[in-house]
């Protein structure tokens, strides 16, 4: 099916974009906030379909189309579904990443139903799992610094000059000054944390698992002043993350995504990268404090090895999907540095077989080696027996599909959810038979601190 293309002018902060579509349904942006990585922002919104799961009821545009029982072990129902709606696109032609196609989420409840057989409970703050067909898009190339507006040829005229006027005023989007400011809490105790990180080291020891990615939830209200797209955009100035999000379900419930992680991707020609992030670290105040720990980060044994271990299980992940002998490991324990912390950033690429397509690739990665820890199935059984909270729509993956069969989905962490008046986070790392309590507690806080008052 034929694209309609139209080029408006380009915005430096495309959150004035976003603004401008807050009275419409299910708006979104997948925003490469990021100066140096990533190239493209899409935004836009009032998918034709939707997909949700809440609980064990999956529903297509509101209307129920599965119920599941607590003894049902396979989300194969809901992958099912998620083509269903992919084999309903028109191919289309296009250089640009999303020439309208499937993009949402996938919660981390959705992967431990797919690992251990255990179907999400009804999760009061997010659907377990979300997924809209769009059939426009606002493609703005950073690079480029060009701007443009694809439809479907088949959306009514009268829809494409509303949403083209949409996009035509706006001043009144301005971002306004920053005053909101976040008191997030920890949701577990000191003492149970400190009890969770002897019991892991325990089960380590007993050769249980290599690692495991152990995360709290903080908790606290959510500024009446600075909501949904307004927390984004005052949030979004204060740090970067390349594969950054936002999603608004309704007026209550939103999703703020600051994510650094590439789950993995797949371009037109069937080429895969994957790109976990393991081992972390602060940022200095001053230059010289800063170099001095990027330089402690990429000599740190624990944190390579435990980049080493993600690794592995990736190329494992990879392997079920990709042409034989095509799995490559590129870059290793590779620093990139954020607003508030030093990463080691791995890449894993391989090239897709011809009988499968990227949602194959998705589901035999899905949820991320680096969020789990390995063996991933036991890792994931330890995490649901330690962690207090369901990490819910956190170390999911947000996701889109393009028409053109471009695919990214990123890893959900650094992740808001705003549940009316009620904003949820988490913040965790990898902990190994070496591992200190204290190390790894404040690590977490680390994670969060541009999203909270926490301090890294």
Known sequence: MPLEIHHIPYQSDPGVWLSALADEPYPLMLDSNDPNLGRYHIITANPSQWLTLNGTQLSCNGASVGHFTQSDASPDICWQAIDALRQSLDPAKSELPFPGGLAGFLGYDFGVWEHLGTPPARDSIAPALWVGRYDWALIADKKQRKSHLLFDSDLSATFRNRIRDLFTELSVHQRSPVTASLNLSPDTAWPEYQQAIEQIK????????????????????????????????????????????????????????????????????????????????RRGERPQDDQQLAQALSASEKDIAENLMIVDLLRN????????????????????????????????????????????????????????????????????????????????????????????????????????????????????????????????????????????
Request: proline letters at 5%; a positive charge.
């Open 202 to 281: 325990t089960y380590i020891a007993q050769g249980d698992s290599y690692q495991i990615n152990f995360t709290q939830r903080f908790s606290g209200i959510c500024p009446t002043l600075s909501r949904g797209i307004a927390l984004y955009r005052d949030l979004r100035s204060k740090q970067t993350g390349p594969f950054s999000a936002f999603l608004g379900l309704n007026d209550d419930n939103q999703i703020l995504s600051f994510s650094p992680e590439r789950l993995v991707s797949c371009d037109q020609e069937g080429l895969v990268l994957a790109q976990p992030i393991k081992g972390t670290i």
């Open 317 to 456: 992940d990879l392997s079920k999907v990709c042409q034989p002998h095509s799995v490559s490991v590129p870059k290793l324990f590779e620093l990139q540095s954020f607003s508030t912390v030093h990463h080691l950033v791995s890449s894993i690429k391989g090239r897709l077989c011809p009988d499968k397509q990227p949602l194959d690739l998705l589901r035999a990665c899905f949820p991320g080696g680096s969020i789990t820890g390995a063996p991933k199935k036991r890792a994931m059984q330890i995490i649901q027996e330690l962690e207090q909270n369901n990490r819910s729509v956190y170390c999911g993956s947000m996701f889109y599909l393009g028409r053109n069969n471009c695919f990214d989905a990123s890893i959900t962490i650094r992740t808001l959810i705003r549940h009316k008046d009620n904003l949820y986070c988490w913040g965790g790392g990898g902990i190994t038979i070496g591992s200190e309590a204290e190390a790894e507690y404040q690590e977490s806080l680390d994670k969060i601190a541009r999203l909270t008052n926490h301090r890294a």
